[in-house]
């Protein structure tokens, strides 16, 4: 069950559009925590950087692939006395698989990256090195199997994002500011834009609707990082 | 760093300059640490002495203490808004 294009011929490439606010967003939250890290030498800034990074590169990724990658070749044909030439455009699937794949392992890292700092954070425990190895190759395996079955991905993703909703929504239980709210909320619709796409085997549309869900939690989460600046 | 931010937030809340007895007061701390943390705080230009001329000492808060605040203002609501 390959399936490179998810999205409806219509909304081909402005789902790209929207990638990018996400990685702008991404970026801007990952200088942020850099800057805090730089400030305060605590590598807990350090690792949610990354992750937003990671994150961010998984989105360049998705663009990459979602422009179909074509390769030049000389075809030669013979029919009956007849041999020609030709140079052929064709479609490179390679590529198309490597972006895919680089893509999702990227997001799946980025979101246990950040879900592992929050998790600690709450239970102010240390991570087990062990533990991490272990989830990096679950997500290389998702990745993976994602490659025939999209909605593994997507599931998995979900998962995540559910947790750490959960754990930003307890944040703001505890000091319930209009940015803790914010981002908790942000992160409640980037969850929900993932369950969307796993309705997207039964109708594409539903693809719009996710990215629009998608879009929507980073603007929110632009405009806390504004409101944070703005302090 | 806390405490850093609270002695600069307090120069800046008695209109950017404070006695430092005053600050002692108003950021809980002995003699002796208020003392050690004004060293470091003068070495690296966040606050400067001023003499008056009825020979009073006031701490005075430089643009770079101003800076610093703001940043630390940024980053609690960054780490706050984020449960980091």
Redesign the interface.
Same mark, same amino acid.
Do not use: D
């Given at each position: 069950m390959l399936q490179f294009r998810f999205s409806p011929d219509w909304f081909y490439g402005i789902d790209s559009i929207f990638e990018i606010v996400s990685i702008i967003v991404a970026l801007l939250i990952a200088f942020?925590?850099y800057k805090?890290y730089k400030?305060?030498k605590e590598a807990?800034?350090k690792y949610?950087s990354l992750s937003f990074v990671l994150i961010a590169i998984a989105y360049v990724f998705k663009i990459l692939t979602n422009f179909t990658l074509f390769r030049q070749s000389i075809i030669e044909k013979t029919i009956g006395d007849l041999t020609y030439t030709f140079l052929a455009i064709q479609k490179s699937d390679i590529f198309l698989i490597l972006g895919y794949l680089l893509f999702r392992f990227l997001m799946l890292i980025g979101l246990i990256g950040i879900y592992l700092?929050?998790d600690k954070?709450?239970k102010q425990t240390e991570v087990n090195k062990r533990i991490i190895v272990l989830l990096t190759f679950f997500a290389f395996i998702t990745a993976m199997i994602s490659h025939y079955y999209f909605i593994i991905f997507h599931i998995t993703a979900a998962l995540l994002l559910g947790f750490i909703t959960y754990?930003?929504y307890?944040?703001c239980k505890?000091?319930c500011?209009q940015?803790?709210r914010?981002?908790s909320t942000a992160f409640l619709i980037i969850f929900i834009s993932q369950l969307l796409f796993i309705l997207v085997q039964f109708n594409t549309e539903f693809y719009v609707v996710a990215e629009v869900f998608q879009l929507l939690g980073f603007i929110i989460l632009l405009i806390?990082y504004f409101?944070?600046?703005r302090? | !760093?806390e405490i850093i931010n609270d002695m600069l937030h307090a120069i800046q809340q008695k209109g950017e300059r404070i006695k430092p007895t005053h600050l002692m007061y108003k950021s809980n701390l002995s003699h002796k640490l208020l003392k050690s943390y004004l060293e470091e705080l003068i070495d690296k230009e966040l606050v400067k002495e001023e003499i008056t001329k009825d020979n009073y000492k006031y701490l005075v808060i430089t643009d770079k203490g101003l800076e610093f605040t703001?940043?630390f203002?940024? !980053?609690r &609501?960054?780490? &706050?808004?984020?449960?980091?």
């Open positions: 942020s925590s805090i400030f305060t807990k800034y949610f700092i929050l954070q709450s754990l930003f307890n944040n505890k000091k500011t940015t803790s914010l981002v806390t409101l944070v600046l302090k | !760093m703001q940043k203002r940024q !980053m &609501e960054f780490t &706050e808004s984020f449960g980091l």
